[in-house]
């Protein structure tokens, strides 16, 4: 059964730590996408990649870091410099090839800073 | 850059009555068209697109949308409401830029399904 998976569906982090969010795709998609989600905000991109080894700043990337060292892979950390880290994330993925593609999405994983 | 507006932030409908939620894109070249569905604490599910060819598109779960380049409008339609369809609706607009393929989302209607 092909999807995305992101873990966990919770997460609990102090101030002033680092924490890494996962995202796994079984849909064999070149793109992955990071979106943060706030009430009455929408969708706002984090980060993104078309590529192994490559990736992009999006709209909202200051606080964040992100690695793609494997195609099915695309963890996101959120570290201390982001200042209001608590929001829900959703991972995406697409297929990379010409004109945009649409994108699947992860069950997402809700963070909250105590 | 793009740009995508929903104008209502919030709709009530009765079950059972039609429904029409408004999308509103600024894009300078052809426009890929989205709308997703998101039910509280989920991912979001994609309802139906828009590339080319007839304007008139049709999606799951029933919906439609209509495309109209001379209004730079996407609007999402269903006949008959159920229940069910209570969810937040989003429509996102597709870009090519630097060889790069984005989405850009509007910041979505919640719709309210009164009985």
């Known amino acids: 059964d092909g999807g995305i998976t992101q873990s966990p569906k919770y997460l609990f982090r102090k101030e002033g730590q680092n924490v890494t969010l996962s995202c796994e795709q079984n849909l064999n998609h070149d793109a992955m996408y990071w979106y943060r989600q706030d009430p009455g905000q929408g969708l706002r991109l984090i980060y993104y990649s078309q590529i192994v080894n490559d990736f992009q700043k999006g709209d909202i990337a200051e606080g964040y870091s992100v690695s793609r060292e494997k195609k099915e892979s695309f963890p996101l950390t959120v570290t201390s410099a982001q200042k209001n880290p608590t929001a829900f994330y959703l991972c995406a993925s697409s297929r990379a090839s010409g004109r945009p593609h649409e994108q699947f999405f992860g069950p997402g994983t809700r963070l909250t800073v105590l | ?115």
């Open chain 2, 1 to 115: 850059a793009q740009s995508v507006t929903q104008p209502d932030i919030h709709i009530t409908v009765s079950e059972g009555a039609s429904l029409e939620l408004r999308c509103n894109y600024s894009y300078g070249a052809t426009p890929y068209l989205f709308w997703y569905v998101q039910s509280p604490g989920q991912g979001l599910q994609l309802l139906l697109k828009y590339f080319s060819g007839d304007t008139l598109v049709q999606g799951i779960k029933g919906f439609e949308a209509e495309f109209k380049r001379s209004q730079s409008s996407f609007n999402l339609r269903k006949p008959s409401v159920h229940w069910s369809d209570a969810a937040e609706y989003f429509c996102a607009v597709g870009a090519r830029d630097s060889g790069y393929s984005t989405l850009t989302f509007g910041k979505g209607t919640m719709l309210l399904v009164s009985p």
